[in-house]
């Protein structure tokens, strides 16, 4: 790593919700911006499960350099990293329920959890996809092809709405959006 490439924090929590395209497009992002970013891969435990559940756990140890799964709320250090700023941004995504309730009611009890709102506190962008973002039914797809049906709750959309309401806290929706955050980051 040289000192000009900018460090990006990885988060995936729990939620399997756009979980595959997303992946596809940090591959892409990290192959588009390998001479510009760095990009460290942080799973929390449910994210763990989930990547390994999806089948992409092996695929993502070899396509990035940097893959840390939680042991607790402070190993790996990541929280004491981003306060220090030796990162530039924090992404989670696709980012659960329980994660988005967590940050938006301030318990910091998981890597991802706890990392989040020291980055609040510490002025770094957090960029935050949650995969509960319109109240509704939505279908998700399983890793085996099947559809299943989910209602996202008022509760749901309620603690995404306070999360987009924090300080140096983006919300977007789509995997896509992905792409507008690196281009603005290495402009």
Same mark, same amino acid.
């Given at each position: 790593m040289t000192d000009t490439k900018k460090r990006i924090a990885w988060g995936i929590s729990g939620a399997g919700e756009k979980l595959p395209e997303t992946y596809a497009i940090m591959k892409d992002i990290k192959k588009r911006y390998q001479d510009e970013v760095e990009i460290r891969v942080f799973l929390s435990k449910s994210g763990?499960?989930?990547? !390994?559940?999806?089948?992409?756990?092996?695929?993502?140890?070899?396509?990035?350099?940097?893959?840390?799964?939680?042991?607790?709320?402070? #190993?790996?250090?990541?929280?004491?990293?981003?306060?220090l700023g030796k990162f530039d941004l924090m992404l989670i995504a696709p980012c659960s329920s329980n994660t988005v309730a967590k940050i938006s009611l301030r318990i910091a009890d998981t890597l991802i959890t706890n990392a989040a709102i020291m980055g609040q506190k510490a002025g770094v962008p957090i960029h935050i996809m949650p995969s509960d973002f319109k109240e509704g039914t939505?279908?998700? !797809?399983?890793?085996?092809?099947k559809n299943l049906e989910l209602l996202i709750t008022k509760e749901d959309v309620e603690?995404?709405?306070?999360? #987009?309401?924090?300080n140096n806290t983006h919300v977007f929706e789509n995997p896509e959006d992905i792409y507008?955050?690196?281009?603005?980051l290495v402009e």
């Open positions: 763990d499960q989930v990547v !390994k559940y999806y089948g992409i756990f092996r695929d993502l140890e070899n396509n990035f350099d940097h893959v840390w799964v939680e042991i607790n709320a402070n #190993s790996p250090f990541l929280a004491g990293q981003i306060q939505v279908i998700t !797809k399983l890793p085996n092809g603690h995404v709405e306070k999360l #987009s309401n924090m507008k955050i690196f281009d603005k």
